[in-house]
């Protein structure tokens, strides 16, 4: 076992300016992280997404799923989603989310990317449903993938690789000031899960 992998260095700020990332890397085991995935792949109601752009519907290969405290709807994409009832491995994962990061979350996106051919183009989080500079915990499972921010107007950049059973947050002026996203690395041919627990306001 990597034991510095599991030392978590959540205080220091992945971003030089305009938000707050901190990177707390694995915080669970390799063989509960493993069970994790498992259980997520079989148990979630996964979903092709749809994207409504320039009056066209485009379909993406990678899966979602989105679950929350009550039916919540929710505007992503141009497309109003509804939420499902936590399943009983999210409510661990979002207890432990909570645990590691001192916040409160009541919905979970969770991504499902086959391989490396699917990823997410730039985008930032800040959407109206979203609490104001709340705080995103994104949990990921399965192949370790880069992911990459860059400021929206110096274009500056900086990139992280989320690691199985690791735990990122986005916090404060994240989304105001830059975009972030998952690029394709076609060489991966492994799967990868990704939770971001969100805060919902209505
Ligand atoms: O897959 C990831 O790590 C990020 C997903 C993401 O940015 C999102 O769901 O908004
Ligand atoms: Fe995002």
């Known amino acids: 076992m990597d034991l510095f992998a599991l030392v978590p260095e959540p205080d220091k700020n992945l971003l030089p300016q305009d938000g707050i990332v901190n990177y707390y890397g694995k915080i669970i085991t390799n063989e509960q992280a493993d069970n994790y995935l498992h259980r997520l792949l079989h148990h979630i109601a996964w979903k092709n997404d749809e994207a409504h752009i320039f009056g066209k519907t485009f379909i993406t290969k990678r899966k979602v799923a989105w679950y929350g405290d009550q039916s919540f709807e929710y505007t992503y994409s141009n497309a109003t989603k509804r939420a499902l009832p936590w399943t009983p491995e999210l409510l661990e994962l979002k207890a432990l989310a909570e645990k590691e990061t001192g916040e409160n979350f009541n919905s979970c996106l969770l991504n499902l990317y086959h391989n490396g051919t699917e990823g997410m183009a730039w985008h930032s989080d800040g959407e109206k449903d979203l609490k104001k500079n709340g ?40 989304q105001t000031n830059w975009l972030h996203r998952l690029p394709p690395i076609k060489t991966i041919n492994q799967a990868r899960v990704n939770l971001t627990f969100r805060t919902i306001v209505f």
């Open 135 to 174: 705080a995103i915990g994104s949990l990921s499972f399965g192949a370790e993938r880069k992911f990459s921010f860059k400021h929206k107007q110096t274009k500056e950049t900086v990139s992280v690789l989320l690691e199985h059973g690791s735990l990122l947050v986005m916090k404060g002026a994240t």
